[in-house]
C-alpha cells in the first residue's frame, strides 16, 4: 500500500489525467508508475511469509486448546482472545493510513465500487466499517487471487479512498472488480483481499475466523471463474439457473463456443480451499459464464443431484459442490476435524495453514471453531504439530503415522517437525496423508487361523465395505510443549539384530523375510513395505500400536478384528525410552512355505497391491488396513507376566471348585453341593495357600521332567504327570495303582487308589446337601431323590467291604443312610487312572505353561520362594507391562508395553 501524497496534503483533490494515472491538483503530486509500485513492494517484503520454526526444544506448544500438552507452557494470545486481552486492544487500536483503525471483532469492513464511463477506467473503491449488528446488505465475491494461471504475482493497482491510495492486487483480482462494477449507483461488495488489512496479522486472524459468518450473512456470493470465461458481448446478461446446463455442451459467447458443467467444474478455481466453505454458507451463488448468468441454490443442486446419473458429483473434481447452499459437506456438520479433512483434501491453499483455517468454519461444533480459530502467528512445525496432536487425541485417528518418519523424509528438506509429524507443505503430500479411498479387499489375518501356534499372523484376502474406525482403547497420546515428543504406550515386539535384506519385489511392496527361512517347509516372518528398509542393526526396535474395534467391514463378527500400525523406532541417544519415528509404513506377517518353494503371501499380495493402487502408490486407507491382526493374536503378542500369574491363579481356583455352577457358590442346607474338587485331587489340603504352594511345587515337578513341546497327555508326559501327583498328594494316603491289566497309562482297567480314615470319609460326605424343588432336580419324592456324583467319579468301600459303591449318596430328610459302626474302618476310594490323568493334564497343562514365561520373563529368572510370593501377593501394576517371551516364525517376540518417547 502507497500514500504518494505530499506529507502537507490534507484536502486531496484527485483527477485521472489521460493517461490513466491519478494526479493531485492539491499538492501536485503524481501517482508513481506501476513498476514503482512493484519495486517498492518488493523491498517491503510480503506479509504472508510464515514465521520461523521455533528452536528445538523451546516449541512451547500452546495450540491448539483442545491439546493437553504437558510441560510448563507460557500462555499465548490469539484471535479468539481479541476481546479479552489488553496487548490485542492495544493492537487493534493502532491506526493504518489506508485502512485506519484496525477492525474489532463484531466489525467488518466492506468496498463501495461506483459505476464508472468505461471498462478500462481505473479501479476505485471506498472503504466502509459496519457492525455486525447493523445487518449491512451487501454481496461477497469468489475467486482465485492466481487465477488461472496461479500468477500471484500483485501488479495491478487498486486505488483507495479520498487519496486514492495504491494497494496492488493480482492480475485476477483486478480483472474480478473490472467485472462486476456497476453500470449506474454503487455496489457493496465484501473482498478478502481489499476488505482486510493483510498486513495486520492480528485483524486478518481475526477476520478470517469470521469468515463463515460473512458469507452465511451476505445475499449471494459473485463467482468469478477468470476473465476467458467471463467476456460477454452483452451489457445485461442472459439469467438461468444452473441446472438448465445440465451435463450437455451450452453455448456461451467466450473463447470456448461451448462448454459443459464438467468443464466448469475443471476449472483451477474449484481447487481451492477457501472456495469450498464461500459456495456452501452463502445462501446463493452467481456465475458468470460468457453472456449467461447462471444461479444456483441448495434447491438447484438437489434437483441436479436427482437428474444426475448416480455418483457423478461424487466422481468429478470438486465433489463438494453438490452441497452448494447447505452449509455443510456431509448433510449436517460434521463435528470431526478429520471428516471436514478429508472430504477437502484435493483443494489446494498458497499457505498450507489455511487447509484448516479455510474450512474450520463447517464445523457444527463451536468448540472446535474456537480451537482453530485462525492464528496467523503460528510456524509451520507448530501449526502442523499441533493439528496432528488434536486428530490424535480427540479423533483417535493415526493413519497418518505411515506419511511419518525419518524414511519419509525427502532429500533437501530442512525438517523442524518431530518425526511422528508427516511433512505435508506441499498439496500432493496432505492429499496423500489425508485423503482416503475405497478399496474393495485387503489382506487381513483370518480369524480360523489364531489357533494355530506358528501362524499368528497367518494371511487372507476378504471383502469389505463402509467402516468406521473407533479410538484405540485406552491408548493415551500425550505431546511434549517444549519438544513436540510423543508419548503413547505400544507394545515392544523385537529389536533389529540383522541388516534387513529385500526377498522380492511385488506389485511395488518389498518383502523382507527374517526368522526361521532355512526351513524348506514352515513359517517365518516376514515384513511388507512399499519403501525400501534400511535398519540400524540393535538400535532400531519394531513396536505395535493396537487399534481401535473396525466396524462393518467383514461378515464375521467386528469384534474379532483389530487394525493396528508397526511403528520403526530408533534408539535415540542414552534417555531411557527416547526414540525418533523411522516409518510406520510397514505390515508385518508370518508366510507360510508350502514345501514346493511356494509361498501363501507372495500368492496373494500382488493381487491386493494392484486394486489399491492409486495413480502409482498405496492409498492411506488401503495400507492402513492391510495387515489387521485378530483379537486373538493381540492377545497372544501382549501376553504377560500379569496375564500369566491370572492363568495360573484362576486354574488354582478351578483346582477348587471344579464344576460348581456359578449360581451356587454359596452354600446353604436346601442347595446341593458338589464335593469340592480340590478335596478330591489333594484331600489333605484345606488352606489355600497350601493349595498354591502344592500345585505350583506339582507344576514345576512336571515342567522338570515332560517335553515340552508336546501337551501333557503326550507318552512320557503322562507318567510325569502321574509320578509328581503321587509325590505331592501326600503320603498318608498312600496313593497307589491298582488293578491293572496293562502297563498302558490309558488302560480303562486301572485305577488310582486313595485311602481315608473312617472320620475324614464322614467329613467329605457332609459336603453334600440336599436340592430345592426350584432348581427343577427331579420331580420324584425327596426321599428317592440322589445327590449328584463326585464331578471325579470316584469310587468307594469299607475296608471291610467287596464291593464297590458310586458316590452317590441317598437321602431321606437331610440326613445320611450311613453305618455309624466305626469298626467299619479305613476307607478305600479310587479313580480311572485314565480320567484322572485327562483331569489333571486338562487343568494342569495351561499352569504348567504359564509358570516358565513367568520366570523367564525377569533376569535372572525367579527362584520357586519369589514366584511363590509373587503368586500369593497378585499381579502389579508393573508386572502388566512386562511381557513374557514367546517365538514367533523363529524370532523372539517381547510383548512388553512400555510408555515411550518419539521425539
Given at each position: 500500500m502507497t500514500r504518494w501524497h505530499e506529507r502537507s496534503c490534507t484536502s486531496p483533490d484527485v483527477v485521472v489525467e489521460d493517461g490513466g494515472m491519478p494526479r493531485c491538483q492539491s499538492c501536485e503530486a503524481s501517482c508513481p508508475s506501476v513498476g514503482e509500485l512493484i519495486t517498492q513492494q518488493s523491498t517491503a517484503g510480503s506479509s504472508l511469509r510464515l514465521p520461523p520454526d521455533e528452536p528445538a526444544g523451546q516449541m512451547n506448544l500452546h495450540w491448539p486448546p483442545s491439546v493437553k500438552y504437558s510441560g510448563a507452557t507460557e500462555r499465548r494470545v490469539v484471535a479468539s482472545d481479541t476481546a479479552k486481552s489488553p496487548a490485542i486492544q492495544e493492537k487493534t487500536t493502532t491506526v493504518s493510513?489506508?485502512?485506519?483503525?484496525?477492525?474489532?471483532?463484531?466489525?467488518?469492513?466492506?468496498?463501495?465500487?461506483s459505476a464508472v464511463s468505461g471498462r478500462n477506467a481505473q479501479i476505485h473503491v471506498e472503504l466502509e466499517v459496519y457492525a455486525d449488528d447493523d445487518h449491512p446488505e451487501y454481496e461477497c465475491t469468489s475467486y482465485t487471487w492466481g487465477g488461472e494461471d496461479n500468477d500471484n504475482t500483485k501488479c495491478r493497482p487498486i486505488y483507495m479512498g479520498t487519496y486514492w491510495d495504491v494497494l496492488l492486487q493480482t492480475k485476477n483480482c483486478h480483472s474480478m472488480l473490472q467485472n462486476i462494477r456497476p453500470w449506474r449507483g454503487v455496489r457493496m461488495v465484501w473482498v478478502d483481499a481489499i476488505c482486510i488489512d493483510q498486513s495486520n496479522m492480528v485483524e486478518r486472524a481475526s477476520q478470517v475466523a469470521k469468515m463463515g459468518q460473512i458469507y452465511e450473512n451476505c445475499t449471494r456470493v459473485i463467482v468469478y471463474l477468470g476473465p476467458d470465461w467471463t467476456q460477454s458481448t452483452r451489457r445485461f446478461p442472459v439469467r438461468q439457473s444452473l441446472d438448465s446446463l445440465q451435463l450437455s455442451e451450452h453455448p456461451a459467447a467466450t473463447s470456448r463456443s461451448v462448454f459443459n458443467l464438467l468443464d466448469m467444474l475443471s476449472r483451477r478455481y474449484f481447487s481451492r480451499v477457501w472456495v469450498v466453505q464461500e459456495l456452501l454458507l452463502s445462501p446463493r451463488a452467481i456465475i458468470r459464464v460468457g453472456d449467461t448468468e447462471f444461479r444456483a441454490d441448495a434447491e438447484i443442486l438437489l434437483r441436479m443431484q436427482e437428474d444426475f446419473p448416480t455418483g457423478w458429483f461424487d466422481d468429478c473434481e470438486a465433489p463438494w459442490f453438490q452441497r452448494l447452499g447447505q452449509k455443510s459437506l456431509t448433510g449436517s456438520r460434521s463435528d470431526d476435524l478429520y471428516d471436514l479433512l478429508r472430504l477437502t483434501a484435493t483443494s489446494q491453499a498458497s499457505d498450507p495453514r489455511d487447509r484448516v483455517f479455510g474450512v474450520i468454519a463447517l464445523a457444527h461444533s463451536m468448540a472446535l471453531q474456537k480451537s482453530f480459530a485462525p492464528d496467523y502467528s503460528l510456524s509451520f512445525t507448530h501449526f502442523f504439530t499441533g493439528l496432528f496432536?488434536?486428530?490424535?487425541?480427540?479423533?483417535?485417528?493415526?493413519?497418518?503415522?505411515?506419511?511419518?518418519?525419518?524414511a519419509s523424509t525427502r532429500p533437501g528438506t530442512k525438517r523442524g517437525l518431530p518425526s511422528w509429524v508427516p511433512d505435508c507443505w506441499r498439496d500432493q503430500d496432505w492429499l496423500r496423508i489425508i485423503s482416503k479411498r475405497p478399496t474393495r479387499e485387503k489382506l487381513v489375518e483370518h480369524r480360523k487361523d489364531m489357533d494355530r501356534s506358528t501362524q499368528p499372523f497367518a494371511v487372507s484376502m476378504t471383502s469389505r465395505s463402509h467402516e468406521t474406525i473407533q479410538k484405540p482403547k485406552n491408548t493415551y497420546f500425550g505431546i511434549d510443549s517444549r519438544t513436540g515428543a510423543l508419548s503413547v504406550r505400544l507394545t515392544h515386539l523385537f529389536a533389529f539384530e540383522e541388516p534387513l535384506t529385500m526377498q522380492v519385489e511385488l506389485a511395488g511392496a518389498n518383502m523382507y523375510r527374517f526368522g526361521s527361512t532355512s526351513s524348506?517347509?514352515?513359517?517365518?516372518?516376514?515384513?511388507?513395505?512399499?519403501?525400501?528398509?534400511?535398519?540400524?542393526?540393535?538400535?532400531?526396535?519394531?513396536?505395535?500400536?493396537?487399534?481401535?474395534?473396525?466396524?462393518?467391514?467383514?461378515?464375521?463378527?467386528?469384534?474379532?478384528y483389530n487394525p493396528v500400525v508397526?511403528?520403526?523406532?530408533?534408539?535415540?541417544?542414552?534417555?531411557?525410552?527416547?526414540?525418533?519415528?523411522?516409518?510406520?509404513?510397514?505390515?508385518?506377517?508370518?508366510?507360510?512355505?508350502?514345501?514346493?518353494?511356494?509361498?501363501?503371501?507372495?500368492?496373494?499380495?500382488?493381487?491386493?497391491?494392484?486394486?489399491?493402487?492409486?495413480?502409482?502408490?498405496?492409498?492411506?486407507?488401503?495400507?492402513?488396513?492391510?495387515?489387521?491382526?485378530?483379537?486373538?493374536?493381540?492377545?497372544?503378542?501382549q501376553y504377560n507376566v500379569t496375564t500369566a500369574m491370572n492363568s495360573f491363579t484362576r486354574m488354582v481356583s478351578s483346582l477348587r471348585y471344579q464344576y460348581l455352577p456359578a449360581t451356587l457358590q454359596t452354600p446353604h442346607p436346601e442347595h446341593l453341593f458338589l464335593?469340592?474338587?480340590?478335596?478330591?485331587?489333594?484331600?489333605?489340603i484345606q488352606d489355600p495357600t497350601e493349595l498354591l504352594k502344592h500345585t505350583l511345587l506339582l507344576c514345576q515337578a512336571i515342567n522338570m521332567?515332560?517335553?515340552?513341546?508336546?501337551?501333557l497327555l503326550h507318552g512320557q508326559n503322562r507318567e510325569s504327570l502321574l509320578k509328581s501327583y503321587f509325590q505331592y498328594v501326600g503320603d498318608q494316603y498312600q496313593p497307589m495303582i491298582e488293578e491293572a491289566s496293562s502297563e498302558q497309562l490309558d488302560d480303562p482297567s486301572a485305577y488310582i487308589q486313595l485311602t481315608f480314615s473312617w472320620h475324614e470319609w464322614i467329613s467329605r460326605l457332609r459336603e453334600y446337601y440336599t436340592i430345592p424343588e426350584s432348581f427343577g432336580a427331579s420331580t420324584a419324592p425327596l426321599e428317592q431323590r440322589v445327590l449328584f456324583e463326585d464331578p471325579f467319579r470316584w469310587n468307594w468301600r469299607y475296608e471291610s467291604d467287596k464291593e464297590w459303591r458310586e458316590a452317590d449318596v441317598p437321602v431321606r430328610k437331610g440326613r445320611y443312610f450311613l453305618k455309624k459302626d466305626r469298626t467299619l474302618g479305613r476307607v478305600f476310594v479310587r479313580i480311572s487312572?485314565?480320567?484322572?490323568?485327562?483331569?489333571?493334564?486338562?487343568?494342569?497343562?495351561?499352569?504348567?505353561?504359564?509358570?516358565?514365561?513367568?520366570?523367564?520373563?525377569?533376569?535372572?529368572?525367579?527362584?520357586?520362594?519369589?514366584?511363590?510370593h509373587m503368586l500369593e501377593n497378585g499381579p502389579t501394576e508393573e508386572q502388566e507391562y512386562i511381557g513374557t517371551p514367546k517365538y514367533i516364525g523363529g524370532v523372539k517376540i517381547d510383548g512388553s508395553r512400555m510408555m515411550v518417547n518419539i521425539v
Open positions: 493510513m489506508l485502512y485506519g483503525e484496525a477492525l474489532q471483532s463484531n466489525e467488518l469492513r466492506l468496498a463501495c465500487l496432536a488434536h486428530i490424535l487425541q480427540n479423533d483417535g485417528r493415526y493413519w497418518f503415522l505411515y506419511r511419518a518418519g525419518l524348506r517347509s514352515g513359517s517365518w516372518l516376514v515384513l511388507i513395505s512399499p519403501e525400501l528398509l534400511k535398519v540400524q542393526v540393535n538400535t532400531d526396535h519394531l513396536f505395535l500400536l493396537e487399534g481401535g474395534l473396525l466396524a462393518n467391514c467383514f461378515s464375521e463378527p467386528w469384534t474379532e508397526y511403528l520403526i523406532l530408533r534408539k535415540e541417544g542414552t534417555v531411557p525410552y527416547r526414540y525418533s519415528l523411522v516409518t510406520s509404513n510397514v505390515r508385518l506377517f508370518t508366510d507360510h512355505n508350502f514345501g514346493d518353494g511356494t509361498s501363501q503371501l507372495e500368492q496373494m499380495l500382488p493381487d491386493l497391491l494392484r486394486k489399491s493402487m492409486q495413480k502409482g502408490e498405496i492409498d492411506a486407507e488401503s495400507w492402513s488396513l492391510i495387515g489387521g491382526l485378530s483379537v486373538r493374536t493381540l492377545a497372544k503378542v464335593s469340592r474338587a480340590w478335596h478330591s485331587i489333594f484331600p489333605g521332567e515332560r517335553d515340552h513341546n508336546l501337551s487312572r485314565w480320567r484322572m490323568l485327562k483331569m489333571l493334564g486338562g487343568t494342569l497343562q495351561t499352569a504348567c505353561d504359564a509358570l516358565p514365561l513367568i520366570t523367564k520373563a525377569y533376569t535372572p529368572p525367579l527362584d520357586s520362594d519369589s514366584l511363590l
